[in-house]
């Protein structure tokens, strides 16, 4: 097959090996322009397209798709586009620009977690259970009937970003089985059936922890936040982001939104029982040790959060 990839995260890259590897010609890939990262807003290229570059796949860069974009597309004679995460909408000129329209990996169950951050409010929500789903475009979201949907558990102390990964190479391998089934011309589609519910993009404010909440509750919002945006708390304004924390059944009696030390160990307090804080980064300093970082404040009391 002849196939346009459109991706620009690192969780796009696995599908785009993979159709290189089982043969497809993949004759251009679409991503964002690069962008600005680190202190120093170094123009950098997306992990698409620097994979792109390396395998020698010509790009097209737009952070829009208009009709100079739709039109460069169409010229490509692709028979297909297959898309993993690319950041935009395809508009209905684009979606027209291969003969057998595009496919989608999308990291849910799908009528479920429709939208920018599947696995992140999957997480959150308490998910034990998670799908991706291949399935055709359409100009509604994530709307489109679906090829091939496959399910997997989610392991209790799984990150959002630990989980993404572990997709994203699964998922390859369902966008290739696709292609090669539309290639032989077996391929079949089914609409979506059920209640559709939405995954909007991550704010700051969602990873505002809130230690109110049983810990469960807590931990699922820690995990589902890690490591975008980043879990954090309030220590007297300041933000202290929690990088690696732990269920750890026997921990101590700590008040909810309490951080104490306890044996070397240090405790965050929630409504239920405490969380062990493994790693934390304060305001302006690089992460380190939560056992070093209390430490440092020379308090034998309790550090309240916000």
């Not at 599947?118 to 959150?124: D, T």
């Not at 259970?129 to 399935?135: C, D, H, L, M, Q």
Request: charged share 20%; net charge negative.
């Amino acid at each position: 097959m002849r196939i346009i990839f459109a991706g620009t995260p690192e969780v796009s890259v696995p599908t785009l090996r993979a159709l290189v590897a089982a043969g497809h010609d993949v004759c251009a890939v679409l991503t964002r322009p690069d962008a600005p990262l680190g202190r120093k807003r170094i123009l950098t290229p997306s992990p698409v397209a620097s994979a792109a570059l390396e395998l020698g796949i010509p790009l097209i860069r737009a952070a829009k798709i208009d009709a100079a974009v739709s039109a460069q597309l169409t010229g490509l004679h692709a028979d297909v586009g297959v898309v993993v995460a690319f950041g935009g909408l395809l508009p209905r000129s684009a979606l027209d620009a291969t003969p057998r329209g595009w496919i989608n990996l999308h990291f849910s169950d799908l009528p479920k977690w429709r939208g920018a951050a599947p696995v992140q409010w999957s997480v959150i929500a308490g998910d034990v259970e998670i799908g991706t789903a291949v399935f055709s475009l359409v100009e509604e979201l994530d709307a489109g009937d679906v090829f091939s949907c496959e399910r997997s558990r989610i392991d209790g102390d799984e990150t959002a970003g630990e989980l993404l990964e572990r997709l994203a190479l699964s998922g390859a391998d369902q966008v290739v089985d696709v292609i090669s089934s539309m290639a032989a011309g077996t391929a079949t589609a089914v609409p979506q059936v059920g209640q559709a519910t939405y995954a909007r993009k991550l704010s700051l404010s969602d990873a505002h922890i809130d230690t109110n909440a049983p810990a469960d509750i807590v931990y699922a919002q820690i995990r589902g936040v890690t490591p975008e945006p980043g879990a954090f708390v309030e220590i007297g304004g300041d933000r202290l982001k929690l990088h690696q924390v732990a269920a750890t059944p026997e921990g101590p009696s700590v008040p909810s939104g309490h951080i104490e030390s306890h044996s070397k160990r240090v405790w965050l307090g929630t409504a239920s029982h405490a969380l062990e804080l493994r790693q934390v980064q304060p305001a302006g300093k690089p992460r380190m040790d939560a056992a070093d970082w209390f430490r440092g404040l020379q308090t034998e009391e309790s550090v309240v959060t916000s």
